[in-house]
């Protein structure tokens, strides 16, 4: 068995693993019947659709010829990383992580990490860039959320603004 | 007339200052991302939703749609000056725009397209105008059999517009409808899906699996692609205005682009892409006059019909929205969304109870038209300054737009956990040629989906056959089949992969 296309042989995987994750999890609330839906019974039907549909798309990946292989290519895995990284760390110094005792550091605090962790994502990374980047994103975000929006988002670190 | 006292209704809303700004900001930003290659009109309206909740339902709703219709101005730019669609709707304006621009015809171009989008827009408008009242009419005789056999429509709909394996497509829609049923089921109170986590019992939030597919899949997908040889046109647009010899060729080409996308707006799965598309194939096929430029070497009518055509699609696509509730697509979907969040349930009853919000978004998507030529033709200069800005700096900033819009619409951190998971996912989609936009729309139906089969079962005792035997439900689901059919046959699949490959 040689797979022809890469792409569809591992997304019809994905998608028949969501299918039965979704399948199981349907099982565990009441079903019911056609005139009295439970609240298992749409999840069950989608679940068990969305099985099948994944298995025929690992059948047409082997079954079916195509000429490239239909590769997946080379992972971003540092944009992946860095852009994501950035949005985390973003998130905990905005709203602090109670469960470590870590306060919010606030949104201006936010935005400085949260443009030099996602920079560093780019082709060409300059500290200096970055940092005027930052000082700009911040200035304006300031302004527009902060002072114009009226946003319900802390600006400075708790033990500053009290 | 009935229509003209609703007109002036809806223009005594729209004609407000506060609502002309928001018109103002709404199309502002949608030709600045429609300029941008790699944000599109979804990712950037679920950024600037949270920044709605303070306004009146009807403000947030008209800088909404703003955004959406401003893109598809911005897009013609990119296209014809850099050879890159700014916007997927776009696409097929890169074929003749970018080989006009190379022969130093970037301006005519570019008011081109501009004046084509107006013309078409203006139409567009006044179809929606029109069509809204009959339209609501045949949805009060819709029952909630009607209702699952119609969203079968549309969902099928997006998945023949959905590029690559159908297969995958509707794939794609089925898991967004399981997704959007994660929380609690409104029948039996059960949450389903949440994990026993606090945050999952209302749902999933839908700005979080935008941003995170639209916002974070994409970026991290445009950083790992390397990036290509652009020539910019910058310097050479001159003289904006067509020649007397152009303005002949593209006023038959503005009115049939105008025609298709307007009937293919309204479509379900439609929009301002198939349009654009539809619109292109059909003008290759007019026969070429006397000394013509061939199509592909820079043929004015090859920008014309397909500019023309999105535009009048975004206008269009609003109709199933407005009168009946359905979400044509993956941005009317967040606009049912952003209607729900300001307390409006769309549907047939908006125009009767809600006439400034329905009357008032009309006729400010006229004004916002008018205000865009302006953007995007005096002031084009501006424009073409922000190609020259290089990705490294913009991404960032869009990066930080997407995270305090995540922030800001619920306030906490959980939001910000599930849109790094979804920013995950949705890069997979990507790499794996799984396309996003029927997850989204299919996520925005799921529940409307879920409630309708009950109710229409709980009716017909449990009788799976009232879908075929009420004849307009029966007559939806032929549509949806036929749609089906159509795609699978050889000779239009062979098309339609071409299609999407000329990208």
């Known amino acids: 068995m040689k797979i022809e296309s890469q792409k569809d042989f591992f997304s019809g995987l994905l998608f028949?693993?969501?299918?039965?994750?979704?399948?199981?999890g349907a099982t565990t609330y009441k079903i019911g019947q056609a005139d009295r839906m439970g609240p298992g019974y749409f999840p069950l039907m989608l679940g068990i659709l969305l099985t099948v549909l994944g298995v025929l798309i690992v059948v047409k990946s082997v079954v079916v010829k195509t000429e490239s292989g239909d590769k997946i290519g080379g992972w971003a895995w540092k944009a992946l990383a860095y852009v994501l990284g950035a949005n985390l760390a973003f998130g905990v110094l905005l709203g602090g992580l109670p469960s470590i005792g870590l306060p919010a550091a606030g949104l201006i605090a936010g935005i400085y990490v949260l443009t030099l962790i996602a920079s560093l994502a780019g082709r060409r990374f300059g500290f200096r860039r970055a940092l005027i980047l930052a000082t700009v994103l911040a200035a304006l975000s300031y302004l527009a959320f902060v002072v114009l929006l009226k946003l319900q988002i802390p600006a400075w670190p708790a033990f500053i603004a009290g | 007339m009935d229509l003209f006292s609703n007109l002036a209704l809806g223009f005594g809303v729209a004609l407000t200052p506060g609502n002309l700004l928001y018109a103002f900001i709404g199309c502002f930003f949608g030709t600045l991302i429609g300029v941008l290659p790699g944000i599109g009109p979804v990712a950037t309206i679920a950024m600037l939703l949270p920044a709605t909740f303070a306004l009146p339902p009807v403000s947030a709703l008209i800088m909404l749609a703003g955004i959406y219709y401003g893109a598809q101005y911005g897009g013609s730019t990119t296209s014809i000056l850099v050879n890159l669609p700014g916007e997927a709707s776009s696409v097929v304006t890169c074929i003749d725009g970018y080989q006009m621009a190379r022969q130093g015809r970037a301006g005519p171009a570019l008011a081109t397209a501009a004046l084509g989008?107006?013309?078409?827009?203006s139409v567009g408008v006044l179809m929606l105008a029109a069509f809204a009242r009959p339209l609501t009419v045949l949805a009060s005789k819709f029952g909630p059999a009607e209702y699952f056999s119609l969203m079968v429509l549309g969902l099928i709909g997006a998945v023949v517009l959905a590029s690559g394996s159908l297969l995958k497509a509707i794939a794609m829609v089925v898991l967004g409808l399981l997704l959007g049923i994660v929380g609690t089921d409104v029948n039996s109170g059960v949450p389903r899906f949440s994990f026993g986590i606090p945050e999952l019992i209302d749902g999933i939030g839908f700005v979080v699996i935008a941003m995170g597919?639209?916002?974070y899949g994409e970026i991290i997908s445009n950083l790992g692609q390397s990036e290509g040889e652009r020539e910019v046109f910058t310097s050479r647009v001159h003289h904006l205005f067509p020649t007397?010899?152009?303005?002949?060729?593209?006023?038959?080409a503005v009115l049939r682009g105008t025609a298709m996308g307007s009937v293919l707006g309204v479509l379900p799965g439609g929009g301002a892409l198939l349009g654009a598309f539809a619109a292109y194939a059909f003008e290759k096929k007019v026969p070429l006059k006397p000394a013509e430029i061939p199509?592909?070497?820079?043929?004015?009518?090859?920008v014309a019909s397909p500019e023309s055509a999105n535009n009048a699609g975004a206008q269009t696509s609003f109709i199933p929205l407005l009168t009946l509730g359905i979400p044509p697509n993956a941005v009317m979907a967040l606009m049912v969304g952003a209607m729900i969040i300001h307390n409006i349930q769309p549907g047939p009853q908006v125009m009767a109870r809600n006439p400034e919000l329905f009357w008032g978004l009309i006729a400010s998507m006229w004004i916002g038209n008018l205000m865009l030529v302006i953007l995007n033709l005096p002031l084009i200069g501006i424009w073409i300054k922000l190609l020259k800005v290089p990705y490294d700096f913009l991404f960032p900033a869009i990066v930080l737009f997407c995270a305090i819009g995540v922030f800001a619409t619920n306030n906490n951190t959980f939001d910000v956990w599930m849109v790094a998971i979804f920013g995950f996912i949705g890069y997979v989609f990507i790499k794996l040629g799984c396309e996003p936009a029927p997850l989204l729309l299919g996520f925005i139906l799921g529940p409307m989906m879920e409630e309708n089969l009950r109710r229409?079962?709980?009716?017909?005792?449990?009788?799976?056959?009232?879908?075929?035997?009420?004849p307009l439900s029966a007559g939806l689901l032929a549509a949806a089949i036929l749609l089906l059919c159509i795609v699978l046959l050889p000779a239009v699949k062979t098309k339609r992969e071409a299609a999407f490959t000329e990208e």
Request: a positive charge; hydrophobic letters at 50%.
């Open chain 1, 16 to 24: 028949v693993g969501f299918g039965i994750a979704f399948t199981w």
């Open chain 2, 117 to 121: 989008s107006f013309f078409a827009g």
């Open chain 2, 213 to 215: 597919i639209f916002g």
């Open chain 2, 244 to 252: 007397r010899q152009d303005l002949k060729a593209i006023t038959p």
């Open chain 2, 295 to 302: 199509f592909g070497q820079g043929n004015i009518r090859g």
């Open chain 2, 456 to 470: 229409a079962l709980l009716l017909s005792l449990g009788d799976w056959s009232t879908f075929v035997t009420r």
